[in-house]
């Protein structure tokens, strides 16, 4: 039995490998997903244990407030200088460094714009001489306040040499350095994980980097030698008892890389997406692939089953199969994703400013899940066809082939079934009410594509007829409908496959536009404020320019009032959240139309601060109430609540004046909305206040609606991105389509043979085959776009209460992805057509 | 001439495989006559057949339809050929399952891009006798039925030539001798030219005129056959085959 099923397969390789290439590629993603980040994860592990090569044991303070990996910047707590006086008194201490280190050294580059980073951090210091990895390459380490020496990496993107000057934005804003030296690392590297750097003197890297003289960051301790650091920590946190952080370099290395590797969580969480997309169209393509095969092989199983072969052994047969198929489709997909893997990790090592990567490693989870998912899903996709062929009756070996039509009553009923549960779950999910919201509305959308995937035969009959029509006008196009109609749940799985991918794009797509056209329609409303300073934010920390200019645009003639925000996060109340500081609570005021529903909201004293309605009244807040605010640097404050101001979508939360701003994570402004006076023109005041942010170049000027665009279009980026992610589902369904082609063409040789015989020329043979895989592929984009448009709605209705009110139906992109649809068809039908027009008429009339 | 064959062979495979299936075949057809070609099973009916239609290339001699040289023309001549001058009846098979018994009819006006002859097309209909039947697709009717449905297709683009290899070869009798008596009608009242492959006597019987295959040559030749005369003809075949070996 077994090596009749093995002959056969091999006797149809090339439509088991269309289908298996499905899984190949999904299989491909989750072991890439693996590979990358067992990879990444080593080369930080290096990085890490290089960067904390020269400490034994390392002292830090708690941070003020904990900030989660993806919310933002976190600030390291500070500890006076006599710290570094009792560490030294510790016995079993070599020597110790103090460290005023912090992220957001940004280097003026010869564009006069800020470095770029990608990921990595840009470390501002104090000079601590050559220890550790570092190494000189050229000039000193600075020694008055005015000089910086810079890392390689540094020096190559600002093309820097010694003696030349830079401008470095710090918490202080533009200032102008000499550098004195360039150091680079053991090994002769630039950088470690791409990391710029850039060092000062101690009492310079205290204000600028801190925020306060005397204090440091970090302690490096060596230990004398034959003292255990695990010992010496211990002795070093007794010493210095509560509020510090006390820990090996060992374990400091580890530490800092497993927060690396939590961050490269969100390159692996997208790779599985995109496997899971490859793999659930994959389904489709194999399900599909296995009916066919079963169909065509009736009266072969069917002799199998009169020479006495029990249903399981049939039901085995196309198992064993689907088992062979999903293994060489493993093997494959695990090879192609340790390429990916190390080709991603190539590219994420360049972009990260010369990463350098550690060897290529396969843990042995990339091997476990490749298997594991390629074999699963392969063998699912298969268990229904087995079952059908295991209803095979003897008898059919004896028959004529001609099954016929079978009902579509139960598969209907079905569909209709699981489309209503996975409708009720997505409304359970997006009503927020249910426990894990994201899982239950992804369940749903799971549940609305195989019900609809399972409606699709009856729908096929109606709609491939009428998109048929479109074709009709010739013979050709009028056979290819008709063969397109022929089968409806073979057409029904095809078109559903690229269905899905369709759907999602459509429904991303509907969702995005929506939430944009919604912004912009609100801050047009909403926003009285002419001109706007802002930047583009692209890591955590938000572009910031100097305080200065608040005060410098008020000034500028026919400028009425600005009103400058700073933003942190901030534990009030006990609870951490979103602080806004400002410049002018006036002007916040008038620009935003807040309107107060308590207190008064007409001025911001010290240690006052206003909320909105909604957090007031969930928090229990009403004026004169005191509020204990802890910001990123410094202690804890009683602030009192003194005014409460009307929620609106745009604006929010609670807010303080800009003098508190100092003790912000980022303590200058990171926007700023000017208003202007009756009369006075946007194109005279502009170029003014542009010339202001000459040594703020993280910011620049725009007028309301080009502020308003560029809100908007931040938007746009993740839907090109999400596009180019779900073309792969699209490509993987092109896939389906050749495959069913391919796999008619050979079913209906002889029909080909008879029409050839009769005078069809090859031309409109090719033709008919591309009209047939036309229709069924619009069909699907047809489907697609319904559903995409159906879920997005659903979704854009649900997020109504946050702000999303206008729906957006992209009817252009809808009308983009049929047409292009329409050229997947005729690309799908390239091969099969070549095909079917090549065909020996004589022979295909004599096919058996 | 409708159709003519000069000292065609045809050689399938080479070396020790290689079977001569035609043997310096030399035929003529004559218009508006109704031909059979008879023998035994392998004697070459099929391959001169297809030879014939342009559906399979000789290795010697030439094949003209009408004035046109068949050898020689290429796969878009060949399906030109096919398409404007022959008309094809098969064993089975003859029918697009996806068409209605009409649809198929027109097919290959259709394919042709050509408007079908009202007229001729309503005495074709009415002659095979399927007005009540235009609108049912293929299994929806009856072997007999679809062979007529064939016959049908093939007249009504009024070729110079109809082949036919076997029509009646699945057919009970009652609905072969429809067919073959629709077959003869269409020679003599609509002087079709039809070339009809067989190896049942009775079957030749219809035809004007029978020629006989053996060994790929042609044996012997009977004009307005019986089918008593056409089985002796092939007992006397037979007896001379064995006196052979
Ligand atoms: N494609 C082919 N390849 C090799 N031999 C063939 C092929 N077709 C026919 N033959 C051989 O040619 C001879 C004549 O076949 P055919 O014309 O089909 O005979 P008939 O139709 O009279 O039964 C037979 O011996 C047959 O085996
Ligand atoms: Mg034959």
Request: overall charge neutral; glycine content about 12%; proline content about 4%.
């Amino acid at each position: 039995m077994l090596r009749a099923t093995l002959k056969s397969l091999l006797a149809r390789k090339v439509r088991l490998v269309l289908s298996g290439l499905a899984v190949v590629l999904g299989v491909m993603f989750v072991s890439g997903a693996f590979v990358l980040t067992d990879t990444l994860g080593r080369s930080f592990d290096t990085v890490f244990s290089d960067a904390y090569a020269g400490t034994d044991v390392g002292v830090s303070a708690k941070p003020k407030i904990d900030v989660g990996e993806m919310e933002g910047m976190e600030v390291a707590g500070t500890f006076p200088a006599s710290a570094l006086e009792q560490v030294r008194g510790v016995s079993g201490v070599a020597s110790a460094t103090g460290l005023a280190a912090a992220d957001g050294a940004r280097v003026i580059g010869s564009n006069g714009k800020v470095l770029t980073s990608v990921g990595a951090p840009q470390f501002g210091s104090n000079w601590t001489g050559e220890s550790g990895q570092v190494e000189l390459r050229e000039g000193r380490g600075p020694t008055a306040d005015n000089e910086v020496a810079v890392n390689g990496a540094v020096a190559k993107a600002a093309k820097l040499a010694v003696g030349d000057r830079v401008g470095i934005l710090t918490l202080q804003p533009k200032r102008e350095f000499t550098v004195v030296g360039i150091f680079g690392y053991g090994g002769d590297r630039d950088s470690l994980g791409g990391a710029q750097e850039v060092t000062f003197t101690e009492r310079a890297a205290q204000e600028l980097m801190l925020g306060q003289p005397g204090v440091f960051s970090e302690l490096s301790v060596k230990a004398a030698d034959g003292v255990d650091p695990a010992k010496l920590r211990d002795d070093i946190a007794g010493t210095l008892g509560d509020g510090y952080v006390v820990k090996t370099g060992e374990q400091l290395s580890e530490d800092a890389s497993a927060g690396l590797k939590e961050g490269l969580a969100f390159f692996n969480n997208i790779l599985l997406g995109f496997a899971g997309v490859a793999l659930f169209v994959g389904i489709f393509l194999i399900l599909n692939t296995f009916s066919i095969i079963v169909a065509q092989r009736t009266r072969e199983l069917a002799l199998l089953r009169a020479i006495g072969a029990g249903r399981r052994q049939v039901i085995g047969s196309v198992l064993v199969e689907a088992v062979a198929i999903g293994l060489v489709a493993s093997v494959l997909g695990l090879g192609a994703g340790i390429g990916v893997g190390a080709l991603l990790a190539y590219v994420f090592g360049q972009t990260a400013g010369g990463l350098q990567l550690a060897g290529l490693g396969v843990p042995p989870a990339a091997v476990i899940s490749s298997f594991a998912v390629g074999l699963v899903v392969t063998v699912i996709a298969a268990v229904l066809p087995a079952m059908r062929a295991a209803r095979i009756p003897p008898v059919a070996a004896m028959q004529d082939v001609a099954t016929p039509d079978r009902p579509l009553t139960k598969i209907s009923v079905a569909g209709a079934v699981v489309s209503a549960i996975g409708g009720t779950l997505m409304a359970f999910g997006l009503s927020g009410t249910g426990g894990n919201t994201l899982l239950t509305i992804l369940g749903g959308v799971l549940l609305c594509f195989i019900g609809v995937a399972l409606l699709t035969p009856l729908i096929s009959r109606p709609v491939v007829g009428l998109l048929g029509r479109l074709f009709s006008w010739s013979v050709p196009g009028k056979l290819g409908r008709l063969n397109s109609g022929r089968n409806p749940r073979r057409t029904a799985i095809t078109a559903a496959a690229l269905m899905v991918g369709i759907a999602l794009v459509t429904g991303v797509t509907v969702i995005l536009d929506s939430a944009k056209s919604s912004i912009t329609a609100l801050a047009e409303d909403t926003i009285q404020a002419e001109l706007v300073i802002s930047g583009a934010q692209t890591g955590p920390r938000p572009p910031s320019f100097d305080p200065a200019v608040l005060d410098q645009a008020a000034e500028v003639p026919g400028v009425a009032m600005v009103a400058g925000l700073y933003g942190d996060r901030a534990v009030v109340g006990g609870k951490q959240g979103w602080i806004t500081a400002t410049s002018s609570v006036p002007a916040l005021r008038e620009i935003y139309r807040a309107t107060p529903t308590a207190g008064s909201i007409d001025s911001l004293g010290p240690n006052q601060l206003l909320v909105d309605s909604k957090t007031a009244k969930d928090r229990g807040l009403s004026v004169g109430d005191t509020v204990p605010v802890q910001l990123s640097r410094g202690d804890a404050q009683n602030y009192t609540l003194t005014g409460i101001y009307a929620e609106s979508e745009l604006f929010g939360g609670f807010v303080i004046p800009a003098s508190a701003a100092a003790n912000f994570a980022v303590p200058q402004p990171t926007q700023a909305y000017l208003k202007l006076a009756p009369g006075a023109s946007v194109d005279q005041v502009m170029p003014r206040v542009e010339t202001l942010l000459a040594d703020s170049p993280e910011v620049s000027v725009a007028d309301r609606a080009d502020f308003i665009e560029q809100q908007a279009g931040q938007l746009d980026g993740l839907l090109t991105m999400i596009q180019i992610l779900l073309a792969l589902a699209i490509v993987i369904a092109v896939l389906g389509i050749v495959n069913t082609l391919a796999l008619s063409v050979l079913e209906r040789t002889r029909e080909l043979g008879l029409l050839r015989a009769i005078g069809l020329r090859r031309g409109q043979t090719m033709r008919m085959i591309t009209v047939e895989a036309v229709v069924i592929s619009v069909f699907g984009a047809l489907l697609g776009v319904a559903v995409g448009a159906g879920l997005g709605a659903a979704v854009v209705r649900a997020l109504r209460e946050d702000g999303i009110t206008n729906l957006v139906l992209p009817w252009s992109e809808m009308g983009l992805f049929l047409g292009l649809a329409a050229v997947v068809g005729v690309v799908a039908a390239v091969l099969p057509a070549i095909r079917a027009a090549r065909l020996n008429v004589l022979g295909a009339i004599a096919h058996e | 001439m409708a159709a003519r064959a000069n000292d065609v062979w045809k050689v399938y495979g080479s070396g020790e495989a290689q079977v001569a299936a035609l043997r310096g075949v030399n035929a003529e057809f004559e218009r508006a006559r109704f031909t059979a070609i008879m023998g035994p099973s392998g004697s070459g009916k099929s391959t001169l057949m297809h030879c014939l239609a342009g559906l399979d290339s000789v290795t010697r001699g030439t094949i003209h339809i009408g004035d046109t040289a068949v050898t020689g023309l290429g796969d878009a001549g060949l399906t030109k050929l096919r398409r404007d001058k022959v008309g094809f009846i098969f064993q089975q098979f003859n029918l697009l399952p996806t068409l209605t018994a009409l649809e198929n009819i027109l097919l290959p006006l259709s394919i042709a891009g050509r408007k079908p002859d009202k007229e001729w097309l309503d005495t074709v209909i009415d002659t095979v006798g399927l007005r009540d039947r235009l609108g049912h697709r293929p299994a929806q009717l009856s072997g007999g039925q679809q062979q007529r449905v064939a016959c049908a297709r093939a007249l009504a683009s009024r070729p110079d030539v109809i082949f036919a290899d076997e029509p009646t070869g699945n057919l009970d009798s009652r609905a072969g001798a429809e067919v073959l008596g629709f077959l003869r009608r269409s020679v003599a009242e609509y002087q079709q030219t039809i070339v009809m492959v067989t190896h049942d006597p009775v079957a030749a019987s219809y035809a004007g005129r029978v020629i006989f295959l053996a060994d790929g040559q042609i044996v012997s030749e009977l004009i307005e056959p019986t089918p008593e005369t056409v089985l002796d003809t092939m007992k006397k075949l037979d007896g001379l085959a064995e006196a052979g070996l």
